[in-house]
């Protein structure tokens, strides 16, 4: 455990420069407090970048709004998005979503109107009204007007540049090594480049979180969860807005680049590639100018997933001047993260 003195007047310390750092970044400063990202590449380089950035209701099951933070997160989100002054991608085109068995379908939209959410059930003739390029189309079909995709890295920056307009500091390529203490709690943290000082050091670099944690001896329980976010080229729009069937999880990122997102099956070992291949051959079985679709490239990133599902925003236990914060889906979640975090180290 390594020891150093650090002073109350020292900036916070946001280890990470994703959508949950930037968002958290950008809160802090724009309250007033003095504000240090570190990022070990640059901004969204990680799994934010990698995100299919679907924002809305029919993402998840209704069950999950019971969570305080994800019943706000819509909210929140349209709140940040008309405080940010840059572009950042957003398509606000709605989702429509089925799955393999009708019945599910159906339970889905009454368990989300049961809540009050906008969503309702779409006929076969009404989901291909939506959309004209679907080849088949489910007997019924959820759908959400509302829910819309942005571009994650372009929304991740445009959060750091608001932040650094309100007084952060941004430092890209420094990669921290371990948390430091001065014996009572964590006063700051080693870097490649040496110490540098906090007041409280605020971890946000997702699935990095426990073995930072781990440097002074603390416990973090997040798993990674492994997932492929997939880019091809349209000569043209191919969906108008969010679709998510059986076979797959599809969107215009912009006019000429469809962007997938496929789980990674358990003991899958034959790389991304074969992922966007099987992904691509549903595309072009589904889609009108299907045919016309070229992979650009896959990744597969691990998404850090709190080891009860629930958001983990909090001091670290036992510890002083440790603050976690770590959600999926991060995104969804960002105005709603940053705002709470803002209010708890006020």
Avoid at 96 to 123: M, N, Q, Y
Avoid at 234 to 260: C, H, K, M, W
Avoid at 316 to 331: F, I, Q
């Amino acid at each position: 455990m390594s020891r150093i003195n650090g002073r109350e007047d020292d900036p916070i310390l946001v280890i990470g420069a994703g959508v949950v750092g930037a968002s958290i970044a950008y809160h802090l400063a724009r309250s007033g407090r003095r504000v240090t990202v570190l990022e070990r590449n640059s901004a969204a380089d990680g799994v934010t970048g990698k995100s299919f950035a679907w924002i809305g209701f029919a993402k998840s099951a209704a069950e999950a709004y019971s969570d305080r933070l994800r019943g706000r997160a819509a909210e929140e989100f349209d709140r940040l998005q008309r405080e940010l002054a840059e572009p950042v991608g957003l398509r606000r085109r709605g989702a429509i979503t089925w799955e393999a068995v009708e019945a599910e379908t159906r339970e889905f939209v009454d368990a989300h109107r049961a809540l009050g959410h906008p969503i309702s059930l779409l006929s076969r003739e009404d989901v291909l009204a939506r959309e004209p390029g679907l080849l088949e189309a489910p007997k019924v079909a959820a759908y959400a007007p509302g829910d819309l995709g942005v571009d994650p890295v372009a929304f991740t920056r445009a959060l750091l540049r608001a932040a650094e307009e309100n007084g952060a500091t941004v430092r890209s390529g420094t990669d921290v090594l371990s948390l430091l203490t001065d014996g009572t709690g964590v006063r700051g943290v080693s870097t490649a480049h040496g110490p540098v000082l906090g007041s409280t050091v605020v971890l946000a670099a997702g699935t990095g979180i426990p073995g930072l944690a781990a440097s002074i001896g603390a416990a973090v329980e997040i798993d990674s969860s492994p997932c492929c976010l997939i880019r091809y080229s349209t000569p043209y729009p191919l969906v108008n807005g969010i679709l998510s069937g059986p076979d797959f999880e599809i969107r215009q990122l912009d006019d000429t680049t469809l962007i997938a997102a496929e789980d990674v099956p358990e003991g899958f070992e034959d790389g991304p590639r074969e992922l966007a291949r099987r992904t691509l051959r549903a595309i072009r079985g589904l889609l009108a100018g299907g045919n016309e679709v070229e992979l650009l490239d896959a990744v597969i990133a691990g998404r850090p997933i709190p080891r009860d599902g629930r958001p983990l925003l909090g001091y670290a236990e036992g510890v002083s001047g440790l603050y976690v914060a770590a959600a999926h889906p991060a995104l969804i979640l960002s105005g709603a993260i940053g705002s709470h975090v803002a209010q708890e180290l006020a």
